[in-house]
């Protein structure tokens, strides 16, 4: 029988700011720390992820929005995939009572996306096949 014990830290910080009429700016942040201990000895070093999305929707006139959108995500449990960066943007025009949109996902082209996840009592993690670079097309229509 052993005694087992995890100190384990989670911090998130968040805010939306519009700096002028124009532009609007994201971010969510989040840090985790984790370290093990099992009959009062540690179990290796402290491990950590770190995630960050942040976003901008940019409206250079009345009826263009930009929203380029960066994700990122850094663990040090494992040296592979250890780092993941991700690309999005989003363009669009309105019409009078139509929305065109072009909505480009993963332009970075990112294969394989593998997380951590700890919550201070279980580890595990999990591994995803992404689809490559997406790019797509759209329409909305109002109807009043």
Same mark, same amino acid.
């Given at each position: ?14 805010? &939306? ?47 263009? +929005? ?13 040296? +592979?995939?250890? %780092?993941? &960066? ?18 480009? +996902? ?10 951590? %996840? ?27």
């Amino acid at each position: 029988m052993h005694r087992g014990r995890n100190n384990y830290l989670r911090a998130n910080i968040s805010f &939306t700011a519009s700096f002028a009429r124009w532009i609007t700016f994201e971010t969510s942040n989040e840090f985790s720390l984790s370290k093990t201990f099992t009959d009062g000895i540690a179990n290796g070093n402290a491990k950590h992820t770190f995630t960050n999305s942040t976003s901008f929707v940019i409206w250079p006139c009345k009826q263009l +929005s930009l929203m380029p959108t960066v994700m990122y995500y850094y663990n040090d449990y494992s040296a +592979s995939y250890r %780092n993941n &960066t991700f690309l999005n943007c989003n363009i669009e025009y309105s019409l009078g009572n139509a929305i065109l949109s072009l909505k480009c +996902s993963n332009l970075l082209d990112c294969r394989i996306f593998r997380r951590y %996840n700890d919550n201070g009592i279980i580890q595990y993690s999990s591994q995803y096949r992404l689809r490559g670079r997406t790019i797509m097309l759209g329409i909305r229509f109002s109807i009043k």
